[in-house]
């Protein structure tokens, strides 16, 4: 037997919960889930911590994010408006993440909805770039 994850939604598809059951198979896991639960209905899908592709279904199941039966995928919770799913079931951002993260400070990078665009925050907390993804270089704010 091993740990695996499990995960179980309500009746819209919505993750409430991600547990580990000791099984050695999917079904057994969900068995298990379902008599800790004593509840018989409830919707539980093995959900894989390091998911990558169709046969781990994507993603890691995450509360809040769903679970897509036709596609038989985990998708987190969409981040930002703009952001649309790939064909792997994740979000991406209108404008590709910065490929160089090289400024004359060190910063974090992060996503301005309002501007749809990554900047970069220094260290104090302030904005001092924006990123160009025609150049691909930081332009100072």
């Keep these: ?15 409430t919960s991600v547990e580990i059951m000791n099984a050695d198979t999917e079904n057994e896991g969900i068995q298990k889930v379902r008599n800790n639960h004593n509840n018989q209905d409830l919707i539980v899908k093995e959900t894989w911590p390091n998911a990558s592709g169709s046969e ?7 509360i809040g994010g769903t679970w897509d039966p036709n596609n038989n995928a985990f998708i987190t919770s969409q981040p930002f408006s703009s952001y649309t799913l790939d ?3 994740r979000w991406e951002a209108p404008v590709a993440y910065p ?5 004359s400070e060190s910063i974090a990078v992060s996503w301005n909805e309002s501007n749809q665009r990554w ?3 220094n260290q104090s907390g ?5 990123w ?6 930081w332009n100072s704010i």
Excluded: C, H, L
């Design 1 to 15: 037997m091993a740990d695996k994850y499990f995960a179980i939604m309500d009746s819209n598809n919505v993750v």
């Design 56 to 62: 781990q279904r994507y993603n890691f199941a995450s």
């Design 87 to 89: 064909s792997n079931y």
């Design 99 to 103: 490929s160089n993260k090289e400024y």
């Design 119 to 121: 900047e970069g925050t």
């Design 126 to 130: 302030n904005i001092v770039a924006a």
């Design 132 to 137: 160009d993804p025609f150049t691909f270089t």
